[in-house]
Structures are given as structure tokens and as C-alpha cells.
């Protein structure tokens, strides 16, 4: 290892590593995440360019030395952890928008774009890029867990809106996905294979996303119910019969409270169940949206709309629910830990599993609230608990929602990813055969294990 | 190869195996494929269930034998021929919807439904599958190629509505890529690496597919262009301003000739550049749509929309689109070929592409007619040729749109797959380091290159 941070510093640079404590616990330890470990990587390198990246993963390579990329470090399950010590890349100075193609409609960017940045940034072309995970997420972790957000309803995931990736493999080569067709059939989907494989595959230097028409107009309003059943039920029927909205979020009456607690909006919501719904379109037709959505909530026990009144109001009351969690990490005191995770189910079964989680979480006493992208089965849970007393009761509650997701034909992960935390549930989503396959395709790119090892599955 | 033949008579029954002349040309020979070969499938075998699948393969493992799976046949880049030999799958036996999921909003079929039977049998439930290409594909063949078609600019392509797939693998293990949540971050994304992989990593039996709610309304206009260019800028000015077209065709002058030949729509179309718009969605919404769109292809240069005059109408003209390959085929006399191929490009180059195509079959003196799925930058060139004394010249013609597309950071093919016709093209588009990856990955699924071996690249 010594000899490899060496190497690195006569190669690229003294500034291009670091092992000052510091660097190293911010580059493996995370506020947010539900897992951390003891380990943490040996040094953290910062490349410039494809070119630096390639050249650090070659004297990887050499050494043996594990490699975990890493961008805006706001993943929760663990999925930047050193287990096995290693260099994590830190893609600080690579935070370019490389070059914008308004005519594509894409943009090619550097693993350390925000996509907030990028789209205060290229708001002037009319453009923007719809998927909306957490504000502090980063191309490059965004590809890494295939992630997605409250816009996933009806712009879909990650994987939908990457045209190709810059990759460096495992032996430092460095290849192209494929060129920029917004469709293609030439050959194996390497792109939606890399996207979602949490850096286990190569590590990715320059991302092609494709954009979309900034809508002409757009409305926030919020629907209160009796119960998260007929609030899940609403939600449902609205994709059901293919309303165009823009997000449908199922938000708990917990949820609700921690919104009223953190006060960024300037009115008292009520605390109870509650869909939040976005509208983006033509004037038109957010109109005709708006009126079709009206009855399907009513018919379901649903409240009046109760709209934002103005664009400022818009921004808070989504941002609200956009920082959902960063409030419920706000409320820690002294010893207090957050668990927050997700799972996806067929959305027929959504209403049942929300349901029986919330009497679960309520029957043991925690204090967690939940909410979800729940017009895509998507929905998560968020436990603020006492690290010491709690943690066991907290571990047995996700426990069993994973569980129950899963045998409801879900998933153990909507849109967090496997990192470490969710490891233990795959055998029994996929199946060991399908397991198999990924390892195999795993060990056929990367056969000394050394990217990102660990994560999800081991060798 | 004997002793093969005679294990899947003893291990599944004599039914199961065919060597019969004729159906072994049917299954290797194509009246549609650009690329016909002189080698045909040694025997053709009919399985009717994943188990069967699974001991042929079995089977075909032990002996060596090349595994190719067929379902509709009407793939057009030599995609199910056999050059190799070896033993075709037919699935005619496996063309049954097994679940409908309405809550849920999928469908759980075998390989030989037909997409437009599916939508058929489907309806009642008001969903359907929203991919459509050609009228005989199916949707084994589809997965296969990753195809597209004419809802694409509003749908996406396959690899959008594919939610699992059951497998059987080069060894004959059955796997199944994921559960049924419609969205999941659960490890490597192996469903949207078998959809496009022309069934050279398994053998897909079972296919889990996402539908949609059919729209209230739709419609259908046709707009008249004073020249290709015009029309292709204003398809791309429509996407760019993002308003919810169903699809968008660009169809020139000699296939609008063609259309009115063929006499299927009870009208004399003019025979110039045209674009097809469909329009779905609420009343309310279509209407929106119609009269956004009428304002910019007015602005360049577009006539007034000629809309169909009822639904017979809609579905006649909109089936003369979708069977234009047909048309064009039912040309032929005696000693003619058709060549019909497709490419895509980024948004900004369609136009250019589209024009200097056009002129350069026309300079060649070639009976051809250009068309495609505009709004996705993906175009058909398709050429009704003498078979001996214009090859050589088609194949220019083709090797020159294929070629420049590529210079245009597209692809050789948007939406009908590599096969054999497109092999020499994936070194270029995709570097080699790229293509290497690919079959880094096809040699750890399938060592003994047994699965459809020839296609996409060679060993």
C-alpha cells in the first residue's frame, strides 16, 4: 500500500492522495448511513481526469488494492464503505458539465455534477434533467444505485436516462458504453448494465444524459385521508388510469409533524395521512390533470386540494418533502440514530404493505415515519431511535418490511441500492442462480475483486 | 448431431424434433432478411414448457450443438439464421399469456404471443402493451432485438417494459432476473442486459411485461412537407418542445406512392414528404396537442393537418404505415430483393442525415423509400432491387448511411439489432475495447459459444 501511494505521487501528484485522518473518516464513515463500519479506506485519491483515473486504477491493479469511487457520499446503505480498506476516488475536480447539445437534448458531465447544479445551470436551453433523489446526490453515486426519486412516476429511473458512460475497467482500460443515439441495438445494453452495478463493475468518469423540456407550467397541491390505506389507494388509482402527473408522494401523519416541527414552510400542514402531488405540463392540461385527480381522491375519502399559492410556496412545500430525511436527522439529540430504507412491491399490494408496516413500527413503539414514491410500489421508512436501547427492535421492524416486500414479489431496494445493508436479503429476491450469473459477469470483469468489493454480493 | 436428435425423441418425444426439409428452410431461410445464408438449421425442436427448454439445452450442451431461438421469424438482419448449423427453437407451442396482473398493471407471457394478439385478448382489462413494430413480431423475438416501433417517442423501446425474465442458461439452469416490483436497484440489472442480446447469453422462456392504461382518445393527421429536410426539422422542433405526441413518422415521397399502390386507405395521399401524427390521451389533452402541433409544422413550412375521419380510418391509414415493409415487399416480381435497414442519430443530425440519404439514392438510380420513427432520430431506408445486377450498389447505398450515421455519433441500428447484417459495423461504433466487453461477458455465460454463435460479433 505505502509503495502504491507512492506511485501515485510520483505519477499524478503529492496533492493527488491524501491519508490525513480526516479525509479518510469523511471518505468512510457517513452521518446518514444505516451501516458503518469500523474499517476505513487506506488513502483517498482525487483524479483530475479520465486519463488520472485510469492511471490510479492501473497501480491498483498492481498492488491489489481495493478501489471504491466516490462522488456526493449521501448514499445510506453503505454504499461507500471500505470493508476491506483500499482507495476511495474522490471525484471533487471532476465536477464538470463537459459539453451541453440543447438540439440532442443531452449533456455529457463528470461523476461530480450535482443534479441540482446541473439544472440551475443549463435552465436557460429550456432543458432539464427530471431524476430527483436527494438534494445533496451527484451524477456519479446516481449512476452507481440507479436511483431515482418523487419524478420516477413519470420520467422513470436512472437507467432511462443515461445514453453512455465513460468507464475505466478494473485493468485501467478505458471504454465507451456506446455513442450518443438516444436508441440503439447494437449489441449487449453495457450501459444499463453499468448503471445500478454500485462502482463493482468499472469506475465510471463521464456520463450522457439525455434531458427533457422544462414544462411550461407547474402546480404542487396535497390531499389529506382518513388512513395510509385509502391515501396508498388514491395514489394507485391515479396511475391506474394514467392521469399524466408529474409525482404522486404518500407522506405519514409522522411525516407531517416533522414537516410542521422543521418550519420551512409558512403554513401548519394538517397531521395525518396525505398525498402530495406535483402537476407539470401545458396550462391545459395541468388543468384537465388537476380536475381528473380531484375526483379520484374524493372517491377515495380524500380532502379538498389544498394548493400552493405561488411559486415560492411550490419550492418550500416541495422541498419539504425533498428533505424529508435531512429533517429527521435535524431531530437527533444525544445518542440518537436515524434508520432510513426503501423497498418496492407490485403496486396492488402497495396499500397492504404500507399498512402493516405502520402498525408494526407503531406496535413496537419507535418513532419513524414513512412516505414513499408510491404511484412506482416505491416507499420508505425512517426510524429516529436510541443507537444503545432501540437498535435491535429498530433491525427486527426493517427486517420484516424488507421481508414481507419480497414475498410480495418486491424488491429489497426500490432505488437505494444493495450496497452492504441490503446484501442478506438477495439470495432470497433472486434466487442463487440469478446471484451466479451476476458473480459470474462480476469475476469475468473483475478478477481480483478489487472494485468496490463487498458490495452487493461477496466473492 | 444424431445422437442428439434421437436424446430429445427419447428424453421429450418424437413430436418435439423436426428434420423435415421444408420446416428446416423455414427456419433459416427468410423472405424478409437482407442477409440469407446457404447453412440451415440441422433440426428444428418445438418445446412447450421452461423444463423442456431446459433439457434440450441440456442436451445441445453435451453434444456442442448451437442453440438458436425463433419465435416470429420476421427479424431482418439474418438475426435466426444458422451458420453454424444446429438445432432451432421454435416456440410455437409457448404462445400463451400465463398472468394478467390488471392491479398491478403487467403481464406474464411466453415468447410466441404476438403483440398485437396480446392487445387483443388483453383489452377488456383497459391496459395494453405499448410496443409496437412490425405486425408479425412476437414477443421473444422482440426481446431479443430490444425493438422498437412507432410508439417509441412516447414509450420507449422493449427494454422499457420488460420487468423479468425466466432464462435458461448456456448450461441449462432456469433462472428468473427479478420479482415484479415495477422498479428495483437490487443488484446488476440483468434484465436489460438479456433484452437486445439476441439470444446470445440464454434462452428467454418467460417475459413479465409492463402495460399501460389505453388512452380515452386518439387520433390521427397527416401534414404534407415541401421536402424531407422541412420535415424531419419540424418532427425534432416537436420533441424538442416536449408536446405529447403518440408517435410521429416521417414517410417520403416514394413510400406515400407505395401506400397509395397498395390501396389499403380509401384516399389518394399526395406523394410528398409527410409526417404521420398520432394523437393519444384525454379529449381534452389530444386536442391541446393537435393544435400545438399545428402551429409548428406551420412554421416550417407544413401544410393544414388532413386528419383521418373515424376510427376505421385511423386504423387502416396508420396500418399502411406499420405494413409499409409489406407493401414495399409485395412489389417484387420475379427476380427482385428488398433491402430494408434502419439507423439513428442524435436529434440535431436527423435532418442532414435523412436528406443527403435521400439524394444519394435517387443519384444511384435506386427504388427505394426512406421513413422511421422521426421523433427518435431512428430512420428506415428500404430498396426494392434487381437481385443480381443492383446488389452491389444497394450494398453501397446501405454501407454509406450506415457509415455516416456512425460519423454522426449514431448507431447501425436503432431498433432491429445486429443479427449478421450489421456485424461489420460494431467495431467502429463501438471501439474495440467496448466490443471486448461484451464478449468478456458472452464468454463467462457461455463458454462453449453455443447460444446463438455468429451473431453480434464472432468468437
Redesign the interface.
Known amino acids: 500500500m505505502e509503495k502504491a501511494i507512492r506511485e501515485v505521487q510520483d505519477t499524478i501528484g503529492e496533492d493527488s492522495i491524501s491519508i490525513d485522518d480526516e479525509v479518510l473518516h469523511a471518505h468512510g464513515y457517513s452521518n446518514w448511513a444505516n451501516h458503518n463500519i469500523d474499517k476505513l479506506p487506506v488513502a483517498v485519491v482525487f483524479p483530475t481526469s479520465t486519463e488520472e483515473v485510469s492511471q490510479m486504477v492501473k497501480i491498483c491493479n498492481k498492488y491489489k488494492i481495493p478501489i471504491i469511487p466516490f462522488s456526493g457520499g449521501s448514499s445510506i446503505e453503505g454504499n461507500f464503505a471500505a470493508p476491506f480498506g483500499g482507495m476511495s476516488f474522490d471525484f471533487v475536480h471532476m465536477a464538470n458539465i463537459l459539453q451541453l447539445?440543447p438540439?440532442?437534448?443531452?449533456v455529457v458531465v463528470q461523476p461530480s455534477v450535482s443534479w441540482m447544479d446541473l439544472n440551475e445551470k443549463i435552465k436557460d436551453s429550456g432543458l432539464f434533467f427530471p431524476i430527483d433523489p436527494g438534494p445533496s446526490a451527484k451524477i456519479g453515486g446516481m449512476v452507481g444505485?440507479?436511483?431515482?426519486g418523487t419524478n420516477?412516476v413519470r420520467y422513470?429511473?436512472m437507467?432511462?436516462w443515461v445514453v453512455n458512460l465513460t468507464v475505466v475497467?478494473a485493468d485501467g482500460?478505458?471504454?465507451?458504453?456506446?455513442?450518443?443515439?438516444?436508441?440503439?441495438?447494437?449489441?449487449?445494453?453495457?450501459t444499463?448494465?453499468f448503471?445500478?452495478?454500485e462502482g463493482t463493475?468499472g469506475v465510471v468518469t463521464e456520463i450522457t444524459l439525455k434531458l427533457?423540456?422544462i414544462?411550461e407550467e407547474t402546480g404542487v397541491g396535497v390531499v389529506t385521508f382518513p388512513s395510509m390505506r385509502a391515501a396508498a389507494k388514491a395514489a394507485?388509482d391515479v396511475?391506474?388510469?394514467?392521469i399524466?402527473v408529474g409525482a404522486v408522494e404518500i407522506l405519514d401523519d409522522v411525516q407531517m409533524n416533522v414537516i410542521n416541527r422543521a418550519g420551512n414552510t409558512d403554513r401548519k400542514w394538517k397531521e395525518t395521512p396525505t398525498l402530495f402531488f406535483k402537476f407539470a405540463?401545458?396550462t391545459?392540461?395541468v388543468k384537465?390533470s388537476i380536475a381528473?385527480v380531484g375526483q379520484v381522491v374524493k372517491a377515495h375519502g380524500g380532502s379538498d386540494f389544498e394548493f400552493a399559492r405561488d411559486e415560492a410556496e411550490q419550492k418550500s412545500l416541495w422541498s419539504a418533502r425533498k428533505e424529508a430525511l435531512w429533517s429527521m436527522l435535524s431531530l437527533r439529540t444525544h445518542g440518537n440514530e436515524v434508520w432510513s430504507t426503501d423497498v418496492?412491491?407490485?403496486?396492488?399490494?402497495v396499500a397492504d404493505l404500507v399498512e402493516v408496516c405502520k402498525e408494526e413500527m407503531d406496535a413496537l413503539g419507535l418513532f419513524g415515519s414513512m412516505m414513499g414514491h408510491i404511484g412506482?410500489?416505491?416507499f420508505h421508512e425512517t426510524i429516529l431511535y436510541d443507537g444503545e436501547k432501540e437498535k435491535e427492535e429498530v433491525k427486527r421492524c426493517v427486517h420484516s418490511m424488507v421481508q414481507r416486500?419480497?414475498e410480495m414479489?418486491?424488491?429489497?431496494?426500490?432505488?437505494?441500492?444493495?450496497g452492504l445493508g441490503?446484501k442478506e436479503?438477495?439470495p432470497e429476491?433472486?434466487?442463487l442462480?440469478?446471484?451466479e450469473?451476476?458473480r459470474?459477469?462480476?469475476?469475468?470483469?473483475d478478477p481480483h475483486w478489487l472494485l468496490n468489493p463487498g458490495k452487493?454480493?461477496d466473492a
Open positions: 447539445h438540439a440532442d437534448m443531452d444505485t440507479n436511483c431515482s420516477a422513470g429511473t437507467r432511462d475497467l482500460q478505458v471504454v465507451k458504453t456506446r455513442r450518443r443515439p438516444r436508441k440503439s441495438s447494437a449489441g449487449y445494453n453495457l444499463g448494465l448503471v445500478g452495478s463493475l427533457t423540456t414544462p394507485v396511475v391506474h388510469k394514467a399524466p405540463g401545458t391545459g392540461a384537465d381528473q418496492a412491491v407490485p403496486l396492488s399490494r412506482d410500489g416505491n416486500a419480497i414479489e418486491g424488491t429489497c431496494t426500490g432505488e437505494h441500492g444493495v441490503k436479503f438477495l429476491e433472486l434466487g442462480g440469478t446471484l450469473v451476476m459470474t459477469i462480476k469475476k469475468s470483469l452487493i454480493f
